[in-house]
């Protein structure tokens, strides 16, 4: 059956950077592309970026552009995210989310890891 | 960006009850919309894309429609296990954007 399986919590300083990793199985990996999305403690979604494995390509939001490296291991079928500059506000969960990516449709979100939660504390 | 609105932000509502949630986005979206369930301390569940379609394994109580801006989240005949926390999503451009969420709650 297809998992998501990602990296532990993770503790790190102010200004330090942290990869969070999201090993994916029971599937083709280069088949599918991969979004990262975070939730900040009591808050809602959001989206950081995506990577397409097959094509080694990665679209990060605006937000996060020359803070976040979205990228992926296709002989480890693992995609990562590593974020950096930390500050408080990125103590969040952490999700990488699997994109059914078919020929003609525009790839949409199916399975979702089960989170890693990066706390950011001085 | 693309706003994405959802409503109410919370509802309560008893077992057996049919439930609707609105999201309402900023711009047209070519109904590239998708709902979420989340429960207290868990992963997001995917349930629906292209705002009608049903993701596997997900049960027909959840129905999804709409077009354009305004789409709706459709869950018959509640049961204890749906009390959650749902969010629609907009994939149609980048960055995407998910609405604040609805909580549905037992009344």
């Known amino acids: 059956q297809v998992q998501l399986v990602q990296s532990g919590a993770e503790v790190k300083k102010p200004g330090s950077s942290v990869k969070v990793s999201c090993k994916a199985s029971?599937?083709?990996?280069?088949?599918?592309?991969f979004s990262w999305v975070r939730q900040a403690p009591g808050q809602g979604l959001e989206w950081m970026g995506r990577?397409?494995?097959?094509?080694?390509?990665?679209n990060d939001a605006p937000k996060f552009q020359g803070r976040v490296a979205i990228t992926a291991d296709k002989s480890t079928s693992t995609a990562y995210m590593e974020l950096s500059s930390l500050r408080s506000e990125d103590t969040a969960v952490y999700y990488c989310?699997?994109?059914?990516?078919?020929?003609?449709?525009?790839?949409?979100?199916?399975?979702w890891g089960q989170g890693t939660l990066v706390t950011v504390s001085s | 960006d693309i706003q994405m609105t959802q409503s109410p932000s919370s509802l309560s509502a008893s077992v057996g009850d049919r439930v609707t949630i609105t999201c309402r986005a900023s711009?047209?979206?070519?109904?590239?919309l998708a709902w979420f369930q989340q429960k207290p301390g868990k992963a997001p569940k995917s349930l629906i894309y292209?705002?009608?379609s049903l993701q596997s394994g997900v049960p027909s109580k959840f129905s999804g429609s709409g077009s354009g801006t305004d789409f709706t989240l459709t869950i018959s005949s509640l049961q204890p296990e749906d009390f959650a926390t749902y969010y629609c999503?907009?994939?149609?451009?980048?960055?995407?954007?998910f609405g604040q969420g609805t909580k549905l709650e037992i009344k």
């Open positions: 292209a705002a009608s």
């Open positions: 999503q907009q994939y149609d451009s980048y960055p995407y954007t």
């Open positions: 989310v699997r994109e059914v990516a078919v020929a003609g449709v525009v790839p949409y979100f199916d399975y």
């Open positions: 029971g599937a083709t990996f280069t088949s599918y592309t």
């Open positions: 711009q047209g979206i070519n109904n590239y």
């Open positions: 990577v397409i494995p097959i094509l080694d390509i990665a």
